[in-house]
């Protein structure tokens, strides 16, 4: 079993549809997790950082529930440039970034 | 530009040589990390770095491979008698304290 698994889709959503995704994790000691974003051939880009609480970046909403060991992001109001993939990352150790195989997403106009 | 860098961008090379890559990190980073990324997958860790002390390496790093930061800053990543198996995108992140800031990569090619 993959200590992160992603849907890795591809999810095809029209332009200002609402897109979710959710990624589990099997290590239940992990302390940090994340979204990262990678454009086709680029590097990836941390999109935001995941908090029991919850929080909140604009578009983008991220939500980690500890009892079930799933992170989840959602994406309101979708933009052509959302286009990527995204990567649910947990921090294993010190600061060992263990990543998900990552969802690819396609925002068609 | 201040980030990560990683030279060179692309690597193509024939099953059985030896190939070296170099990262430079964003400068004061003391914390740096090696990444391998396949098609279709996201990157797996390699080994990490703080300071010029390796302080974590992974199961996927066999023999063939060696890393080295010799002084703390710059960073090296030797494969020696590459396999075909070794072809993907090798990146380079690196941090202070908090987030890792990731280099472009280089892409290698095992032909």
């Known amino acids: 079993r993959k200590e992160v698994e992603q849907d890795p889709g591809p999810f095809n959503v029209p332009e200002g549809a609402t897109v979710a995704f959710n990624c589990t994790y099997s290590?239940?000691?992990?302390?940090?997790f994340f979204w990262y974003r990678q454009d086709c051939r680029k590097e990836p880009k941390l999109l935001m950082s995941?908090?029991?609480s919850g929080n909140e970046d604009g578009r983008f909403t991220a939500q980690l529930n500890r009892a079930s060991q799933y992170i989840s992001l959602l994406i309101r109001d979708s933009k052509l440039s959302d286009s990527a993939t995204y990567l649910c990352?947990?921090?294993?150790?010190?600061?060992?970034?263990?990543f998900g195989q990552g969802t690819r997403l396609t925002i068609n106009p | 530009d201040t980030g990560v860098s990683q030279d060179p961008r692309h690597k193509i090379t024939k099953r059985g040589q030896n190939v070296t890559f170099r990262c430079d990190p964003i400068?004061?980073?003391?914390?740096l990390y090696w990444y391998r990324q396949t098609l279709g997958q996201g990157p797996e860790f390699l080994t990490y770095?703080?300071?010029?002390?390796?302080?974590?390496k992974s199961r996927l790093l066999s023999d063939r491979f060696s890393a080295e930061r010799p002084k703390g800053s710059f960073s090296t990543l030797e494969i020696q008698r590459t396999e075909q198996g070794d072809s993907a995108m090798y990146l380079c992140?690196?941090?202070?304290?908090?987030?890792?800031?990731f280099g472009p990569g280089t892409r290698l090619t095992v032909l």
């Open positions: 770095f703080q300071n010029e002390a390796q302080l974590e």
């Open positions: 400068s004061e980073h003391n914390r």
């Open positions: 995941v908090y029991s």
């Open positions: 990352v947990v921090i294993q150790g010190a600061q060992k970034l263990v």
């Open positions: 290590n239940s000691a992990s302390q940090s």
């Open positions: 992140a690196s941090s202070f304290t908090g987030e890792q800031f």
